[in-house]
């Protein structure tokens, strides 16, 4: 017996349905309507001093949200319905909240993410949850295409694995065409996805799971659920969500706006510092060494061997009297100075003094002595205004900058990769090797891996901000005179209205704010959202922060990511198989360590809802050779259609390419060709020919034509078919080989075709052996 009766509901239920969802189309269009209103009468609200003008904006905010809440839900509104013990009314599930005419009762619809809506997801006929029946409707433009039933009552036998929930409409979500975009999937999440969507939003959450699991998705859907749950908190502080590639990003950029949340921030590894896009590639090796956590004391060295201690005495001339300053004398100003701030450039005022003092002493000296034979005339004022013009002396400024120079991150990082004798100085007990592969040319574009580094640099150096500072006080007090005229203005008109009126008890702002705080507000008053704010503050702390293919991040960007999350709420998702990159994970345990010891929480996804069973069989031989700890996850379905390989010389390798990448194309969906790294120019110059549109790299889109992608590129992407080109080469050419196999195996959601010029590797044995 199954564990729940599933079938295509009859024509009537149909016919009710469409009635029932056309109602809450008619509610969703006047919640608009009521919402645009709202909106408008926030802008038409008058503005008479600062604090209504913080009310106008945060009205018309509140409502621009809801207008684009609103939107994203008209797509797809009705998810489904629970029919229940408790009650003879169903319960509507959709992709937004819309009340009913009864406040007393339950919503008429009930957004997906609210507690009520659970059981649409996890009840089973094991555990109904109260629920009798769960069904899924499906529209099409607001038209109900079908429904799907499942009766939770029936008797119920333990079957392999979880249940499916809503199977029927589960698969065809997974049989669709994909569009080169991400989709949502709030009509069909499963219940081990649901347990961690709604997982508790402190701590570090890590979620592992093979390809195809719904890593992605659930990192998303969870995003969406944490800002519903948390919207005040979350508003403030952002959420960023960080995943690989800019094309990853774009893969999934849609499914957020698909659920109406518009306000989180999605950075690349190479974004992840405000202002640089970091697009430069360099060998693995090259990463990993850069992403060592022993970078951080690389760093720290490279700063300290930039403050300098002239060799021998150095000899100063102001005023035509010359100033010997020993090196013993200024390596004190140096201690003193680094006492001062631990941050470089924040000591560079605490050297300048120490310097001057030391420069206007020994000139006090000079002429004290030339003067008198040797007794000290001047005092102590005199010495302090000496100091003050000291300072300004070219031959005194000349010595700060080269002893103490002003450092801004990008140089310090440029000129020390830049010189191999600061990197040797600066890396003291690393072998040659690794010093070597650290050395880049000053001109080389910035990489990923050189955003932390760079993040690294801006905490040991420090911004001397003193200038700003003195703007910024200038700026409020100016604020302040301007807020007090508007006190004024206002006290004084309600003075000549309410002259007569001994009842004049009305109030106005004067009455509840002061000048200081009417400038304050005045300041605050940014309309960006958290997102557009943290995306030009490197300084800023976000709210929860979501990594996916985490596995892929060095030492160097945990500690990054880190400190953007001091409250260390996070959601980690990744596949320790899969890990392609030196600088990679290769256990949980070991990367979060450093960062939150022991605290961390792992959940666990189990199904596989992208790659065929077929194909999966030929994957999880290739982990298992390549000696995975982990087992592959378990297909949800099969197709029926097995993975073809073909064996032919070289020569024949490029033509047959372009045959199978046109045949494939001709089947439909999006479709990817993945190479070892050396064959991609061959390959897209083959493919050029043939086909219109190819792209190929980071920048590469399957929805305008057929891509050639190395594996590192595909992660995390899935097309409709996939054609690898010569597996040995992937086991070759990759640091991690099985890994790269294993990913270009799973990314199809079809179809793959397999080409080897000469044998097959063994671990492919099941192509030959099924064939
Ligand atoms: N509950 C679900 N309902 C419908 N589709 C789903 C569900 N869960 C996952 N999918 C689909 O399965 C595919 C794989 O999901 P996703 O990309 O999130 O997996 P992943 O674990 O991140 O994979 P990888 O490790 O390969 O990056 C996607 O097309 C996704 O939409």
């Known amino acids: 017996m199954s564990s729940s009766s599933q079938g295509v509901a009859p024509d009537p239920d149909l016919a009710a349905e469409q009635t029932a969802v056309t109602d809450l189309y008619r509610r969703l269009d006047a919640a608009r309507e009521l919402a645009v209103t709202r909106f408008r009468q926030a802008l038409a609200m008058p503005i008479i001093n600062p604090q209504s003008l ?45 009340p009913a005419d009864d406040p007393a009762g339950d919503p008429a619809l009930v957004d997906w993410r609210a507690p009520a809506s ?16 769960r069904r899924h409707i499906r529209t099409r433009s607001r038209e109900v295409t079908a429904v799907h039933d499942e009766v939770l009552t029936i008797d119920a036998t333990e079957t392999d694995g979880p249940p499916l929930t809503g199977e029927a409409a589960l698969m065809a979500a997974l049989t669709a065409e ?21 997982s508790d939003a402190r701590g570090v959450l890590v979620v592992q799971g093979g390809p195809g699991t719904g890593k992605t998705a659930v990192a998303l859907h969870r995003a969406a659920y ?49 202002g640089l896009d970091a697009r430069g590639s360099e060998a693995p090796e090259v990463a990993e060494v850069k992403g060592r956590l022993a970078m951080v004391d690389v760093l720290k060295a490279a700063v300290r061997d930039r403050e300098t ?26 201690t003193t100075a680094r006492r001062a701030s631990r941050q470089h450039n924040l000591g560079r005022p605490a050297f300048v003094r120490a310097l001057a003092e030391l420069v206007a002493q020994r000139y006090a000296d000079r002429i004290g002595g030339d003067v008198r034979g040797g007794a000290d005339l001047l005092d102590r004022r005199d010495v302090e205004a000496l100091q003050a013009e000291v ?38 007990g690393w072998t040659e090797e690794d010093r070597a592969l650290l050395a880049r040319p000053a001109d080389a574009p910035w990489t990923p891996a050189d955003v932390p580094l760079l993040e690294e640099a801006d905490e040991l150096l420090g911004f001397d901000d003193s200038a700003e500072r003195a703007r910024e006080a200038r700026r409020r007090r100016r604020a302040q005179e301007e807020a007090q005229d508007t006190l004024d203005l206002l006290h004084g008109s309600r003075s000549t209205d309410l002259e007569d009126d001994e009842e004049g008890e009305e109030l106005t702002a004067g009455d509840l704010l002061d000048a200081e705080r009417l400038a304050e507000r005045d300041a605050d008053l940014d ?45 980690v998702v990744g596949d320790l198989a899969q890990t392609g990159s030196l600088a990679g994970a290769t256990d949980w345990g070991t990367v979060l360590q450093p960062h939150v010891g022991e605290q961390w929480r792992l959940a666990q996804l189990t199904v596989n809802y992208r790659t065929p069973a077929e194909i999966m069989a030929v994957a999880a031989d290739v982990l298992a050779a390549g000696g995975a700890a982990t087992a592959a996850p378990r297909s949800v379905r099969s197709t029926g259609v097995p993975p073809v390989a073909e064996q032919l010389p070289e020569d024949a390798l490029l033509p047959r390419a372009a045959e199978v990448t046109a045949e494939l194309v001709a089947a439909g969906g999006t479709v990817a060709v993945i190479v070892p790294p050396s064959r991609v120019p061959a390959v897209v110059d083959c493919l050029a020919g043939a086909f219109p549109v190819v792209s190929a790299g980071p920048a590469a889109d399957s929805s305008a034509g057929p891509v050639v992608l190395v594996p590192a590129e595909a992660k995390g992407l899935e097309f409709d078919s996939v054609l690898l080109v010569d597996p040995q080469g992937l086991l070759d ?39």
Do not use: N
């Open 54 to 98: 913080g009310e106008r904006e945060a009205a018309a905010r509140f409502q621009g949200q809801r207008i684009t809440a609103l939107d994203a839900a008209d797509h797809g509104l009705v998810i489904g319905r629970l029919d229940r013990e408790v009650s003879p009314q169903p319960l509507y599930i959709g992709r937004v909240g819309l």
């Open 118 to 133: 659970r059981p649409f997801y996890t009840a089973t006929p094991f555990r109904p949850e109260g629920v009798v029946r």
């Open 178 to 198: 994909r569009t080169g975009r991400m989709t949502d999937i709030v009509a069909t999440i499963q219940a081990e996805q649901d347990a961690i969507i709604r």
């Open 226 to 274: 944490l800002l519903y749950t948390h919207r005040d908190r979350l508003a403030r502080s952002g959420l960023l969500v960080v995943g690989p590639t800019p094309t990853f990003l774009r893969y999934i950029a849609d499914v957020l706006p698909a659920l109406g949340e518009t306000g989180v921030l999605l950075a690349g590894l190479g974004q992840l510092r405000p």
């Open 309 to 334: 201690v002239p060799r021998g005495v150095r000899e100063l001339v102001i005023d035509g009297v010359r100033i010997p300053l020993r090196p013993v004398d200024l390596t004190r100003c140096r």
């Open 391 to 428: 300072v300004g002396e070219p031959a005194v400024r000349q010595l700060v900058d080269e002893m103490w120079p002003v450092l801004t991150p990008e140089g310090l990082l440029r000129d020390l990769l830049a010189d191999p004798a600061r990197i040797r100085r600066a890396t003291k």
């Open 527 to 571: 309309t960006r959202t958290a997102a557009e704010r943290a995306a030009t503050d490197r300084t800023w702390v976000f709210g929860h922060v979501v990594v996916d293919e985490a596995q892929e991040l060095s030492a160097m960007t945990w500690r990054l990511l880190a400190r953007k999350c001091p409250t260390r709420s996070m959601t």
């Open 733 to 771: 050419e990759g640091v991690r080989g099985h890994s790269d196999l294993y990913v270009a195996l799973t990314r199809p959601t079809q179809r793959l075709t397999v080409l080897s010029p000469g044998a097959l590797p063994a671990e492919l044995h099941r192509l030959t052996d099924d064939a």
